[in-house]
């Protein structure tokens, strides 16, 4: 019986099988973007009970694997951007990771935040079991200069901003007694700012977390001699913090001029 | 300040941002493969003390995540083949998932299984805790025929038949008090077959999950009346099953017709 | 001066240069179509005073330069069908021309073909100076099974079959005086078959060629002896032919199996 | 007997047929080059004997070509260089010509190149006849910034005058007297500036359009009075010229800024 199984494996040409295999490479020096989305989390959220219209504890959860994507790729990834179920990982312009193979890249970097996801969720919902396993899927862009991958940038807080706006109106209106669909119904076409005002909401007190998105990056040490005296090579100075600013103008990017420097 | 904010965002331009996006799709009515690994699984399963050669509990955690992959994509998925740290996903030729969106396909059924694997760790590896999350890459190629599908899995098959053949004879050695480097050293260029006859290995003996790794999909009910006694649909008729058998001969494929049959 | 020069040329890497180039390599193991078009043909038929609606000259320069590709990749190239100013190039599914290369191939084929059409042009309009420079287009698509490819060439005759039923009916119209908004007009939504009986066109009588399309192949020869007599080896034996017929029925195919067999 | 075809005819779903297409879309603002070589041009050159290292009358043909292609495209190609039988053209980075597909915009220039070529070969080739039709093939890749761009039209000149030298060599050595085989052998592994010294060859004398290949642009109009006098639109102001000049020092960019400027 073995015998034939191995006669069989004699036909086997593996190098012909391979020949369907093929490697999108994405395009040398420029920006890559891997944008990672939760899968089904309308219902996940609901399932799990997470505060309307945002829910500080499944933020921080998001927060918390993004940074760990930055620990884990030091040298390729400088800075993640995440408003609701969705994260933007910016690798840098001269990254080879993984040869810049887009496959590879895209399913490594959804496959640990996922991970960490699951194994941090304790950490974050103390009181409530995770009920079936999440998952994020993702996409990988080129940006071919700096300027545009600060336009990508705004695109996403912007609409951080907008679906903010829209969903403070429409939770304080089902708070206030209205149904979902009434709610929907009433901010059709409306001018979200005018909504505010009316609604009485005060919005500008709202947590930055939650009207800004979440800017992650590596902190840059001032006092390398602190460094030194740890006896740590200076590689491994700095630490990633997390923020909640304005990203679309420039006053972040100055302040901040070696998250995108051109240099390696 | 808001204001300033407000003023950037009538700049930003949603259309430009997304026109470098891209979709590769996977070309139609082509068997797709998504073959997923484990990522720097050796360090993995050394610190998390996987038993060598082959772990009983690795290997069926990895199994029941495969098991969950099929249903949770029941219509798609017909087959999945798994060795070691690796599982290959069969999509049927005529499936629509995502649009055959490559990335999209890539990346949720590789987040997927990673979230399931950390899930159920704790029901394999009772006694030993996650150390840090684990992940896995993915990849999709296409395959025009049931043909080269079929020489495809039966590569993975062989694959699997040869390493665990060295791994069995490596591990003895190992066993027997030679050094992983002398072990090395005595196995290379060695014709396999004649080192498990020397170094007395009851090879037939190992069970049929090392030997044959494990085959996944929808046990086919004969039975239709069941289903329709239960009053559930006949499309939910049918169980996902794992075993462990030849498949690269055809005497699988004769028993199992409706796994690869070409019909929707 | 030469000097400077020298030293700059110093600081050229190539490889990094070179690292921008990708292939996008079309899969193996199907059938790849190259389908090219003349490039504003419509002014080109108009300054150089083709019949219309079908102008015999200038099909026949098409299909002579048909024959040509194949001619020029006689092991790679099986089949062709043309139309109007369109051809598509059928390659056989285990070609391995220029590695299946998209863009290599389509661009020799394209620039094969019009260089054919340049260079032959005054064999079929003997009394009519080439204007300008004509050009055309290419793309390549891969089709799994015969099938589909089949599929793709009755595609292709529909639309030969449709578009020369509504040019015979607009033609026979601005011939009896109406102009061509007019006779636009009027076929607007109709029944194309219900017009061709109103006009009295006999279509039936119209050339093959204007009804069918044309299809170009290797003639097989029943009788090898004829070729070993010409002391050529048997792989010359045989020439490329042109017909107008049915190729969306089987019976095409079956008397000539040998142009679409799967056996290299 | 048409009653069957008709039959068949709507049983042909073109949207289906159509799903196997696909476009491969270069990135959008970045830089595109189109690289064409002639195929097979060293059994081209010796059939229609070319003088030897350089034929002048067939790089003249070559630049009649590539200027002709500018002027086809004004709008989108900025620049192009040739030597020998290749030519660059350099497509500006805000171009959406054919909506960037890769295909379509490789086949139009390589067709509308080579379809001149033939047209023109009685203007350069007075005395001698084609004696097959010529072809080029082509390929795209994309730049994401002008340095990169530089340092590729500066790869090309440096094989220019490699190629140059070697060939000078090459030639002066078969022109003594060595065979070709010999000559070959004497140069390899050499030194090429020394060998050029040993042979007397008076390199700096040879015309710059060998030494330097050929740059094709759009020459700039200084005064805009001449062209309103003409009564043209001043777009149409300026005309396409070929120089012989270094391009890969800043000098040339220098003095011609308009053609890479980032504005539209």
Redesign the interface.
Known sequence: E?G???E??D????E??K????D??L????WIVVR?DG?HFHRFSELHEFVKPNDERALNLMNSCAM?VLEEFPRDIVFAYGVSDEYSFILKKTTDLFQRR???I???I??????????RWKDFFSQSE?K??????????????IE?LR??L??RQ?DC?INNQYNSCFWKLVASGKRKKEAQQSLKGSQL?KKIDELAIDY?SLPAMFRQGSSVFWEKMDNVLTCQQNGKSSESCGRVIVEHC?I??SGFWLEHPSILEEKQ
Chains 1, 2, 3, 4 share one sequence.
């Open positions: 073995l034939c199984f191995v069989d494996i036909n086997v040409k593996p012909y099988v020949s369907f295999e093929f999108s490479k395009i040398p020096l420029t990672i899968c760990s887009a496959s590879k895209v399913s490594t959804v496959a640990f935040f996922t991970s960490t996801y699951v194994v995770l079936y396993p999440p998952s994020f899927d993702g996409r990988a862009v080129c940006y071919p200069s545009i336009d990508y705004s695109w912007v901003h700012q500008n304005d679309i103008g």
